[in-house]
């Protein structure tokens, strides 16, 4: 069984501060998704990843693929109130349909 | 830009009754999803479709049944409503590769 762990599980921080979460598995993915999902609303993507040791920046956000393709980080610079959400992971491997998701880790940036 | 809708945002029932919860993408994606999501147990996949007519079991289907008989809509059915399907269930579609899948808003159930 694959899974995929996620940290920290709580971030609480103040608007301006620099965060960085991880999800990790022992299992090799062949894809890697983030999402940020608001409370009440379904998760929405931010970005996909496939290519080990890949980088994708999407303005203050920054993924990152690990070069085994076990693991991965979302490094926000200059946090803002608007970031506040539960991030998760999710993972594609031997399935040829399903992700793997973590549980996420729940991000409050105050003002 | 890609869509998937929920046919409710909120629903109430009562214990027993029967309840269809619809989903609909217009991506023209094969794979579609429902699951549900609790506090503490994260993402939960109940089934999923990867065609017409075809359906697979998730990791919690007990209590559940689904219908495709169209690409674009999926439908979650809850045979007789219990209080512990009181959930979030979101919907999600997808292509094959690289499987990233797009969600609907949520359904919040709430069985009395």
């Known amino acids: 069984t694959q899974l995929l762990e996620q940290s920290p599980q709580f971030l609480s921080i103040q608007e301006g501060e620099n965060l960085t979460v991880y999800c990790n598995s022992s299992?090799?993915?062949?894809?890697l998704q983030w999402y940020r999902q608001e409370p009440g609303e379904g998760p929405v993507l931010l970005v996909t990843v496939v290519t080990g040791g890949e980088v994708k920046k999407l303005k203050r956000l920054t993924f990152q693929f690990g070069d085994a393709r076990k693991d991965s980080s979302l490094h926000i610079t200059a946090a803002q109130p608007g970031d506040t959400g539960l991030y998760l992971c999710a993972g594609g491997g031997g399935s040829n349909y399903k992700l793997t998701f973590g549980k996420g880790t729940l991000l409050t940036v105050n003002p | 830009d890609v869509k998937v809708t929920q046919s409710s945002r909120y629903l109430v029932k009562r214990t027993g009754e029967k309840v269809f919860l619809e989903c609909v993408q217009d991506m023209d994606h094969e794979n579609m999803f429902w699951y549900r999501q609790d506090p503490g147990l994260g993402l939960r996949l109940i089934y999923f479709?990867?065609?017409?007519?075809?359906?697979e079991k998730g990791d919690i289907p007990e209590g559940y049944s689904v219908s495709r008989e169209k690409k674009e809509r999926f439908s979650l059915i809850l045979e007789s409503a219990s209080t512990n399907q009181t959930s979030m269930y979101l919907c999600a579609s997808s292509i094959t590769a690289p499987k990233t899948q797009y969600f609907g808003p949520g359904t919040r159930l709430l069985v009395l």
């Open positions: 299992s090799v993915f062949s894809s």
């Open positions: 479709s990867y065609d017409v007519k075809m359906k």
